[in-house]
């Protein structure tokens, strides 16, 4: 069965940085995107960022307002995924999901292409 864990959330500072990992089990790694949602209180879960499977090229894609401060990276080896956030800001806030896919590239940020899921993380930016 396909399991995915994250782990690296905490409280942090306006600014500071945390650095989000993601561990898989039962499936195979390397055919899958491997993404970052999250989900703020009161609010609709969001597409963060993904780390596209190799076969498809291997790149990586950011929401917006997380380009140039946040890094999707992925270790195919080790199975694992992970988020380095810096500068963040309060409105990062939010429990934050790993999750796989198979879809196609065009579909890649979309939610509901996404059939396994984390339990979470919680990230909380405070002063």
């Known amino acids: 069965q396909v399991q995915l864990e994250e782990s690296g959330g905490g409280l942090v500072q306006p600014g500071g940085s945390l650095r989000l990992s993601c561990t898989a089990s039962?499936?195979?790694?390397?055919?899958?995107?491997m993404a970052w949602f999250r989900q703020a209180p009161g609010k609709e879960r969001e597409f963060v960022a993904v780390?596209?499977?190799?076969?498809?090229?291997?790149?990586?894609y950011y929401e917006q307002s997380v380009q140039g401060r946040f890094t999707i990276s992925r270790d195919n080896a080790k199975r694992m995924v992970f988020l380095q956030m810096n500068g963040l800001k309060l409105e990062d806030t939010a429990v934050y999901y790993c999750?796989?896919?198979?879809?196609?590239?065009?579909?890649?940020?979309?939610?509901?292409?996404?059939?396994?899921w984390g339990q979470g993380t919680q990230v909380t930016v405070s002063s």
């Open positions: 999750a796989s896919s198979q879809a196609a590239l065009s579909a890649i940020r979309q939610l509901r292409m996404y059939k396994f």
């Open positions: 039962g499936l195979n790694f390397r055919d899958y995107h």
């Open positions: 780390s596209a499977r190799p076969g498809s090229g291997g790149n990586s």
